[in-house]
């Protein structure tokens, strides 16, 4: 079997690792001079699921999606996997409510998921904090360039090679996976663009100190080689990916607002703007295209992209080799693109 998978960024390469280990023959075609280079090319991304206060199909997808992303990051050596675990700081009481229904109903055990007060949180993070938080010790960040690259081991791929036409490929399924350009062909996709840009910082001796990643509406990963990531800022009403000054000053305020003191004498050392994928409901769109027999999708992965795409990988697998499904009917009816007709 023969694969077309249209788009090189983190859905595309995992589908194509995915297919690869099943035995079938996946070809990759990306639009652009490089894997990973849409809104998958940020230098680090923060790997965690989205929390629910409800155990729904929605939870569901992102629980498994979470242990995939980590058993499947373990069997790689060079993805700059950094999984010494994130802090959700609870700094409204929307957060602590909803974490606290988290922990109940999503029945996790305590090594994998608790709320720890704000002296525990400060000796985890290694520098003080204001407030408690919901603690994920397996929680980290990967380079997202380095894990497409470890994905696409062994794969075929063209570059600079914007598919126009999906169904004059040669191939058996054809897969679109290329974020918001889905559009072009089917523009009634329920769809939409948010701008983002993350911010590199230069440490301090202060922030050096950090160990964890920390999460409170951005997020502040731990100094590697010198440098911090920020993040990320989300304007629905812009789509282009030039960097601008204010996002950094935004990803430095909010770092302030909810550190306060640690934000000192960061300097801004680099910067990157891409945009991201989201649908009506908020959720991924994965599944065969309706009225179409041989045309998937996996698109809208929002801003959990990392763990999101392996785990779409899995299901269009099991649904293009005609497997048992790794994943719940309802879950795999609220990823459907149906679910918008
Ligand atoms: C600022 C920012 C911060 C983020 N932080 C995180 C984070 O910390 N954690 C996390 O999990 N997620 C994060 N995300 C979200 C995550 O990056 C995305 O969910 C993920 O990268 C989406 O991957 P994708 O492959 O669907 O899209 P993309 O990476 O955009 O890939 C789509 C590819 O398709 C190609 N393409 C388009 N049209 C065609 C065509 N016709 N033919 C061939 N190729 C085509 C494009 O060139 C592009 O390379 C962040 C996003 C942004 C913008």
């Keep these: 079997m023969k694969i077309a998978i249209l788009g ?15 035995g079938v023959t996946p070809v990759v075609y990306e639009a652009s001079d490089a894997l990973a280079s849409g809104a998958s090319g940020n230098p680090y991304g923060l790997y965690n699921p989205r929390f629910t206060a409800e155990r729904n199909p929605q939870s569901d997808f992102y629980i498994s999606a979470y242990a995939m992303a980590l058993r499947t990051f373990a069997a790689f050596s060079d993805i700059g996997w950094r999984p010494s675990g994130a802090l959700h700081l609870i700094n409204d009481e929307k957060k602590e409510r909803r974490f606290s229904q988290t922990i109940e109903n999503w029945g996790w ?7 720890v007060g704000v002296k525990e949180a400060s000796e985890i993070a290694g520098v003080p904090l204001g407030y408690g938080a919901l603690h994920l010790p397996q929680s980290g960040s990967v380079c997202l360039k380095k ?17 126009e036409d999906y169904e004059a490929l040669e191939a058996d ?20 663009k948010v701008r983002g840009q993350i911010t590199q910082v230069a440490s301090t001796e202060q922030s050096e100190k950090l160990r964890c990643h920390l999460c409170y509406g951005g997020y502040m990963m731990p100094a590697d080689a010198g440098v911090h990531v920020l993040g990320s800022t989300f304007q629905r009403w812009l789509d282009h990916s030039q960097v601008l000054e204010q996002d950094d000053a935004e990803n430095l305020q909010k770092l302030a607002v909810n550190v306060p003191g640690l934000e000192k004498g960061l300097t801004v050392v680099d910067h990157r703007a891409a945009v991201r994928v989201t649908s009506r409901d908020h959720f991924p769109m994965v599944g065969r295209l309706p ?46 693109p149906a679910r918008f007709i």
């Design 109 to 115: 055990d305590e090594a994998h998921m608790r709320l």
């Design 8 to 22: 090189g960024g983190i859905a595309g390469c995992a589908l194509a690792f995915v297919l690869k280990n099943a």
């Design 291 to 336: 009225g179409k027999d041989n045309i998937y999708v996996s698109t809208a992965h929002g801003s959990h992209g990392i763990v999101s795409s392996i785990m779409a990988a899995h299901l269009l697998a099991d649904m293009i080799l005609d497997r048992p499904a790794c994943l719940g009917a309802d879950t795999i009816a609220a990823l459907s």
């Design 147 to 163: 894990l497409a690259a470890a994905y696409m081991d062994g794969v075929d791929y063209h570059l600079n090679a914007p598919v």
């Design 173 to 192: 399924a054809v897969i679109l996976a290329c974020g918001p350009e889905a559009l072009k062909f089917f523009p009634d996709m329920p769809l939409g």
